[in-house]
């Protein structure tokens, strides 16, 4: 991805643990690379299809200095999630912040804080088979769309369909969404749970009924597995539900363990019919 880059950008402001940093204020430096695509604006000689430099740089000062953080980490954090938010094109970027004046007493140069953050395009599962099914999805893709730190950008049309695994009762509605979000895999995680208990989701029975249940299945092409998430979804790939959702919304995306995309995976379970 194409990079514009922003090098020792001084900034005035009042950041430290101590009172007399915030009191008194000192220099900090900035450096950011900003990946996004410049093609276009390169080829058409119009900053209006590129992101303007000069407001990013504004934007950081006047971010640095409204605000009095302790923590460099706070102050990083912060930066970068506003600037990913207020300016679309930029995709991810890399954010360094020098405090050349930090309170050490020894010889140093600087110190720093560098992060990397960006947007992350995730594929959620959705579903229910209990109560008012329809309301239960709809108010759920309504808070996702609606989150702050999620972009939805497709969701499929929802499907009919028998439970899976035996434990349930009563007809599922099913499908897909494809969103892009800043949150990382854990934290998504608890959104979701937070949206599934609002729903009065009990997690008594497993492969049981449900009021909503909101599975993550892939996040970028992040391949994980700990005690409290697994992607990609375990078993995405014996579930019908789920792969035809995906195969209307994403058929050519590929599964970043088997390398098949949704359509395949879609194709071979029906083939052998595990459905």
Known sequence: MDQIRIDNLEVYAHHGVYPEENRKGQKFYVNAVLYTDTRKAGQQDDLELSTNYGEVCLFIQDYMTERVCKLLETVA??????????????????????????PIPLPFTSVSIKITRGWHKVFIAFGSNMGDRDTY??????????????????????LRTTPYGGQAEGEFLNGVLQ???????????EVLHELEAEAGRQRTVHWGSRTLDLDILFFDDLVMSTEILTIPHVDMQNRDFVLRPLCEIAPYFRHPVTNQTMQQMLENLTEHHVL
């Open 77 to 102: 954090e912060g930066l970068a999630e506003a600037i990913l938010l207020q300016f679309p094109k930029i995709r991810k970027l890399d954010l360094e912040i020098r405090k050349p004046n930090a």
């Open 137 to 158: 999805i709809a108010n759920a893709l309504q808070s996702i769309a609606e989150h702050p730190l999620c972009r939805t950008e497709k969701v499929s049309s929802v």
């Open 179 to 189: 969103i892009r979000t800043l949150f990382t895999p854990e934290e998504l995680l």
